[in-house]
């Protein structure tokens, strides 16, 4: 077990460097030059090719680029990501000031997804094929295809146009978070749903389940005792993916709600040209998506004893 668990890590770290290697050069090779951008911030339209050049030789553009990137690897390993070119500010004071956002709607939306697919999947598999059954799944296929763009429009022009339930813009108590969380949580939870659904009606053909139907066992206490344990890892799998693509989400969701979070920044880092906070911000995600993998690999080994057993050659 210990062995596997440094395994992956070490795996992850490997990821994580690779990851970060490539968003760096990525970032670089965008049109625009960096200094220049700085020159224009500090003088304005007084900025020369001599204050450009000394600019890029202070900061090292002039190095090659894998000296560049030991360099900002070196600095973002004690927590220096730069200083974000469009707010002045080091990023460092972004991350603490809209990652608590950021984390806030990703937990709201990935407890809402957990508690309504598991809603909608048991509920469709005790109904089997029955209206209920039927619904759900119509429910689900319109859930996964609709962007989250459209669902947040609809929502406050229903919600908060039309019946003035919830603010549109902003945080301003719990009800102003009810519609992100919504909105960020529908996609993945009518995924999830139909996960639930499919695995538990492949769960219920097995002998355990015939054999609590022989027990004299309802459908729903069958589901529910011996089906549902049994599709965790699954559905345990899937959701980590789910969870981790919902910080995409979280940049149009954080737009349209008026949310202060990273993914707001990241869009504000792009229009502006902030190489140096679309840099930090895409290894913020990077190191989110490596960690949420690991972590669910890690449960999925502590819940299924078969993934801990040493592979054969």
């Known amino acids: 077990m210990q062995r596997m ?24 090779a965008a049109p625009g030059n960096v200094a220049a951008l700085i020159a224009e911030r500090a003088a304005g339209a007084g900025a020369d090719g001599e204050m450009i050049a000394k600019i890029a030789d202070d900061l090292g553009l002039n190095d090659p680029l894998p000296v560049r990137y030991a360099r900002w690897l070196g600095d973002a390993l004690t927590g220096d990501f730069g200083v974000s070119l469009r707010t002045g500010k080091p990023m460092a004071e972004e991350f603490a000031e809209r990652i608590p956002m950021t984390l806030a709607l990703l937990a709201g939306g990935g407890v809402l997804a957990l508690v309504l697919s598991l809603a909608m999947g ?9 209206i209920v059954d039927r619904v759900l799944h119509g429910l689900a296929l319109v859930g996964a295809s609709t962007p989250n763009f459209f669902v947040a429009a609809m929502l406050v022009i229903v919600f908060s146009v039309w019946l003035g339930m919830v603010p549109t813009f902003g945080v ?32 219920m ?5 015939t054999t609590g139907f022989a027990k004299g066992l309802t459908r729903s206490a069958v589901l529910l005792r011996e089906a549902l344990p049994n599709i965790a890892i699954p559905y345990m799998t899937t959701f980590g993916a789910q969870f981790t693509l919902m910080i995409i989400g979280a940049i149009v969701v ?21 190489f140096i906070g679309m840099q930090a911000i895409l290894t913020l995600f990077v190191v989110f998506f490596v960690s949420i993998n690991l972590l669910v690999d890690v449960l999925a080994m502590l819940a299924d004893p078969r993934l801990r057993r040493p592979r054969k050659a």
């Open 5 to 28: 668990f440094m395994r992956r890590v070490g795996l992850a770290l490997l990821l994580m460097l690779a990851a970060t290697a490539l968003t760096f050069w990525l970032v670089t």
């Open 254 to 274: 954080e737009r349209v709600f008026g949310l202060n979070g990273v993914g707001a920044f990241f869009i504000e880092a792009i229009r502006f040209r902030d």
């Open 172 to 203: 301003a108590g719990l009800t102003s978070w009810l519609l992100p969380w919504i909105t960020i949580a529908l996609f993945p939870a009518s995924v999830l749903a139909r996960v639930v659904r499919v695995n538990l009606q492949d769960t």
């Open 122 to 130: 048991i509920a469709g598999a005790a109904s089997n094929g029955g």
């Open 205 to 209: 053909s097995r002998p355990f389940a």
